[in-house]
């Protein structure tokens, strides 16, 4: 019987044998990069289509597959919430798995890419299985696997000291926070069933059981930390733009775009469907969280100028945007507000889709800047626009939707985030009233600053004239990746456009988690309008402001273009000064300098300008040399200190190695009088 289930599950198995024949095609390079990533594609079509049918459907299914530990089997279950997840992984995975066929060709000729292969699909499998996962053990086993695999994809390039830093702070904070999940599942498995046997480590157990408030605050908080530190939540955000950066773009497109959601899949899950009772205070912590990684996400991003750097620091950003959904949903579902509930908890898991689509858009075109240049530094780019017309077109489109600007998908659902500020009633905490009409002016503050960072990368990479001192042979990238970013970018356009019809679809995760549907009021005045509450309150029509953005354009197109002399070129203005060069102009640096002049407290700066003086005379410098580095203060603030400490206490236990053999039975026999002390 053909169910979404098996269908899934078929696709786990495909990604498998892809992974497997890498192996079988190692010595055919470029037949094993086509079949494989095929492959890919086709698994990750499927486990779309299955989630798409779960979610339409509102159906649960589940399996029990017995290749476990004795007594502990495996137990598989496909709902709506992991139905919705399992649908944004799989659409992203296709998209990437289609683009990677050109960008992995790449390093033909320079390294084999079997071990790329190899991972690439155990990750995307490793994140199918972790949403599919209706016990601890199989949820950590397929933890842990999603996360070995990325680190060796993160260290794929491993000649690179950068890249063997950056997988080993990856895999620490990982392993930090996969043990805080497994507590947490401790303490609930617990209360499930006790510890006299292995019943309670099953989510079912788990969501029958009614947790005391202590342990129950225990779970939420210990949970809550181990998928914040994958997540990328602020201050356990300092791996991200350390591994997104060095990854291969197509790996870090994944990452940010869907690995981290699957972080965000297990907040919801743990909240909402485990403990499914909690008090108005956890709400209001995870809303503080998502403020300060969405403000903090976003001045960090501004101050990059590696342009994959600033885009996983705006992963940052996004995923406190999502949590201020979910940490309002808790809120008002805390005061018995349904609806409101509804509201918040749509706004952020729209935002969840939203942001994988938009920021795998980027990554990709990032990932094709730097196929056709081999360069991250945007200080050393600028004029891509003429050679890679389509990747800046493309490119253009991710940064208006994580911009939140209108028809694209990214203001659907900031919109909503903002109407569930604006329109919530008057709670009766004071702790509360001071956090809503803050929270959204905070938001809208993380809006400007995107959209600022947003005409910086664009501007600085693709317009104006090249900055670089060695310009490279620059070419538009081929058919798969320029395929894959248009096809990202026409999600990114229809979910900006038809937000009715996707709410309805995914309207019924908000009827079994908080208890309530938004669509019925969504659509109280057709598909072409959202009205969140009542059309009194508020609507938008994305299909109408698209339509009328088109027809300006169109118009504006036509006024310039039928008469050829409405359109005068000449020499740019250069302020009476004749001798502009290429390095004069705007730069990453000179760009962001206000914001971090306003916001430099919150970084550790260091700005020194040095003179090379001529041998002829000292009064005319030769030339000047201008130094700028922006750090996280959460580095000297809390890494640094427990790195110390951590050395410290290494070099310590190191002076018990002594290299005498006497020392060592002195040892051995102090551990044998200490053992027959405490049996007696």
Same mark, same amino acid.
């Given at each position: 019987?053909?169910?979404?289930?098996?269908?899934?599950?078929?696709?786990?198995?495909?990604?498998?044998?892809?992974?497997?024949?890498?192996?079988?095609?190692?010595?055919?390079?470029?037949?094993?990069?086509?079949?494989?990533?095929?492959?890919?594609?086709?698994?990750?079509?499927?486990?779309?289509?299955?989630?798409?049918?779960?979610?339409?459907?509102?159906?649960?299914?589940?399996?029990?597959?017995?290749?476990?530990?004795? @007594?502990?089997?495996?137990?598989?279950?496909?709902?709506?919430?992991?139905?919705?997840?399992?649908?944004?992984?799989?659409?992203?995975?296709?998209?990437?798995?289609?683009?990677?066929?050109?960008?992995?060709?790449?390093?033909?000729?320079?390294?084999?890419?079997?071990?790329?292969?190899?991972?690439?699909?155990?990750?995307?499998?490793?994140?199918?299985?972790?949403?599919?996962?209706? @016990?601890?053990?199989?949820?950590?086993?397929?933890?842990?696997?999603?996360?070995?695999? !990325?680190?060796?994809?993160?260290?794929?390039?491993?000649?690179? &000291?950068?890249?063997?830093?950056? =997988?080993?702070?990856?895999?620490?904070?990982?392993?930090?926070?996969?043990?805080?999940?497994?507590? !947490?599942?401790?303490?609930?498995?617990?209360?499930?069933?006790?510890?006299?046997?292995?019943?309670?480590?099953?989510?079912?157990?788990?969501?029958?059981?009614?947790?005391?408030?202590?342990?129950? +605050?225990?779970?939420?908080?210990?949970?809550?930390?181990?998928? =914040?530190?994958?997540?990328?939540?602020?201050?356990?955000?300092?791996?991200?733009?350390?591994?997104?950066? %060095?990854?291969?773009?197509? %790996? !870090?497109?994944?990452?940010?775009?869907?690995?981290?959601?699957?972080?965000?899949?297990?907040?919801?899950? %743990?909240?909402?469907?485990?403990?499914?009772?909690?008090? /108005? /205070?956890?709400?209001?912590?995870?809303?503080?969280?998502?403020?300060?990684?969405?403000?903090?996400?976003?001045?960090?991003?501004?101050?990059?100028?590696?342009?994959?750097?600033?885009?996983?620091?705006? !992963?940052?950003?996004?995923?406190?945007?999502?949590?201020?959904?979910?940490?309002?949903?808790?809120?008002?579902?805390?005061?018995?507000?349904?609806?409101?509930?509804?509201?918040?908890?749509?706004?952020?898991?729209?935002? +969840?889709?939203?942001?994988?689509?938009?920021?795998?858009?980027?990554?990709?075109?990032?990932?094709?800047?730097?196929?056709?240049?081999?360069?991250?530094?945007?200080?050393?780019?600028?004029?891509?626009?003429?050679?890679?017309? /389509?990747?800046?077109?493309?490119?253009?489109?991710?940064?208006?939707?994580?911009?939140?600007?209108?028809?694209?998908?990214?203001? %659907?659902?900031?919109?909503?985030?903002?109407?569930?500020?604006?329109?919530?009633?008057?709670?009766?905490?004071?702790?509360?009233?001071?956090?809503?009409?803050?929270?959204?002016?905070?938001?809208?503050?993380?809006?400007?600053?995107? =959209?600022?960072?947003?005409?910086?990368?664009?501007?600085?990479?693709?317009?104006?004239?090249?900055?670089?001192?060695?310009?490279?042979?620059?070419?538009?990238?081929?058919?798969?990746?320029?395929?894959?970013?248009?096809?990202?970018?026409?999600?990114?356009?229809?979910?900006?456009?038809?937000?009715?019809?996707?709410?309805?679809?995914?309207?019924?995760?908000?009827?079994?988690?908080?208890?309530?549907?938004?669509?019925? &009021?969504? +659509?109280?005045?057709?598909?072409? /309008?959202?009205?969140?509450?009542?059309?009194?309150?508020?609507?938008?029509?994305?299909?109408?402001?698209?339509?009328?953005?088109?027809?300006?354009?169109?118009?504006?197109?036509?006024?310039?273009?039928?008469?050829?002399?409405?359109?005068?070129?000449?020499?740019?203005?250069?302020?009476?000064?004749?001798?502009?060069?290429?390095?004069?102009?705007?730069?990453? +640096?000179?760009?962001?300098?206000?914001?971090?002049?306003?916001?430099?407290?919150?970084?550790?700066?260091?700005?020194?300008?040095?003179?090379?003086?001529?041998?002829?005379?000292? =009064?005319?410098?030769?030339?000047?040399?201008?130094?700028?580095?922006?750090?996280?203060?959460?580095?000297?603030?809390?890494?640094?200190?427990?790195?110390?400490?951590?050395?410290?206490?290494?070099?310590?236990?190191?002076?018990?190695?002594?290299?005498?053999?006497?020392?060592?039975?002195?040892?051995?026999?102090?551990?044998?009088?200490?053992?027959?002390?405490?049996?007696?």
């Amino acid at each position: 019987m053909i169910t979404a289930l098996n269908i899934t599950a078929v696709s786990i198995v495909l990604l498998f044998i892809a992974g497997l024949s890498a192996q079988v095609l190692r010595q055919n390079q470029r037949l094993l990069i086509n079949v494989s990533f095929s492959l890919s594609a086709l698994a990750s079509l499927m486990a779309l289509f299955g989630g798409i049918w779960t979610v339409g459907s509102g159906v649960t299914e589940r399996i029990v597959l017995m290749i476990g530990l004795p @007594d502990l089997p495996f137990h598989l279950r496909l709902d709506p919430l992991s139905g919705y997840f399992l649908s944004i992984i799989g659409l992203l995975s296709f998209f990437v798995s289609i683009y990677s066929t050109g960008y992995v060709k790449g390093f033909l000729g320079r390294r084999s890419v079997t071990r790329l292969v190899i991972f690439y699909c155990l990750f995307i499998a490793g994140m199918f299985m972790v949403v599919l996962a209706d @016990d601890a053990l199989f949820f950590l086993i397929s933890w842990e696997a999603m996360a070995a695999a !990325s680190y060796f994809l993160v260290l794929y390039e491993d000649e690179k &000291s950068e890249n063997r830093k950056s =997988a080993f702070l990856y895999m620490v904070v990982a392993h930090i926070g996969a043990v805080a999940i497994l507590l !947490s599942f401790g303490v609930m498995a617990g209360f499930a069933a006790g510890f006299e046997n292995f019943n309670g480590f099953t989510f079912d157990a788990m969501r029958q059981t009614r947790f005391p408030g202590q342990w129950a +605050t225990a779970a939420f908080l210990l949970a809550f930390f181990g998928f =914040a530190a994958k997540a990328g939540v602020v201050p356990l955000h300092v791996w991200l733009p350390e591994a997104h950066p %060095v990854a291969p773009s197509n %790996v !870090s497109a994944l990452m940010s775009g869907v690995m981290l959601k699957t972080a965000i899949y297990g907040i919801v899950r %743990v909240t909402f469907d485990l403990l499914n009772v909690f008090p /108005w /205070w956890w709400g209001a912590f995870v809303l503080i969280v998502g403020i300060i990684s969405a403000v903090m996400g976003v001045l960090y991003a501004l101050m990059q100028h590696d342009l994959k750097r600033l885009l996983a620091y705006h !992963s940052v950003e996004n995923i406190g945007i999502i949590l201020i959904g979910i940490g309002l949903a808790m809120i008002f579902k805390s005061f018995n507000l349904p609806m409101m509930a509804a509201l918040a908890l749509i706004a952020g898991l729209y935002h +969840t889709m939203n942001h994988a689509m938009f920021k795998g858009l980027l990554f990709m075109g990032a990932g094709a800047v730097l196929h056709a240049t081999h360069e991250r530094n945007m200080e050393e780019m600028g004029g891509l626009i003429h050679h890679m017309p /389509w990747t800046a077109a493309l490119f253009l489109v991710g940064c208006i939707s994580i911009s939140a600007l209108p028809p694209f998908n990214g203001f %659907v659902s900031e919109w909503l985030t903002f109407q569930a500020f604006l329109l919530s009633p008057s709670l009766p905490i004071p702790m509360i009233k001071l956090l809503m009409p803050m929270g959204a002016a905070l938001l809208a503050l993380t809006g400007a600053l995107a =959209a600022t960072c947003f005409v910086k990368a664009f501007g600085v990479t693709f317009l104006g004239h090249w900055r670089g001192h060695h310009k490279p042979h620059i070419h538009e990238v081929d058919w798969s990746m320029r395929s894959a970013m248009f096809m990202t970018a026409l999600v990114c356009l229809l979910l900006g456009i038809l937000p009715t019809l996707y709410i309805e679809w995914m309207d019924i995760l908000s009827e079994q988690l908080v208890g309530a549907k938004l669509s019925a &009021s969504a +659509t109280l005045s057709g598909w072409m /309008w959202l009205t969140p509450v009542s059309p009194e309150r508020a609507s938008y029509s994305g299909i109408v402001v698209f339509t009328g953005i088109l027809a300006i354009y169109v118009i504006v197109y036509l006024i310039l273009h039928v008469n050829p002399g409405k359109i005068h070129r000449g020499p740019i203005w250069d302020c009476g000064f004749e001798k502009l060069t290429n390095r004069m102009q705007y730069n990453a +640096t000179s760009f962001s300098m206000p914001i971090r002049r306003i916001f430099g407290f919150l970084f550790k700066i260091k700005e020194e300008v040095s003179l090379v003086p001529q041998s002829a005379h000292p =009064a005319f410098p030769k030339k000047l040399h201008y130094e700028l580095k922006v750090r996280d203060r959460f580095w000297n603030w809390i890494y640094k200190p427990i790195a110390d400490v951590s050395f410290w206490c290494s070099r310590k236990v190191g002076m018990l190695q002594q290299g005498r053999i006497q020392a060592y039975l002195i040892y051995s026999f102090v551990t044998i009088i200490l053992l027959l002390f405490f049996t007696r």
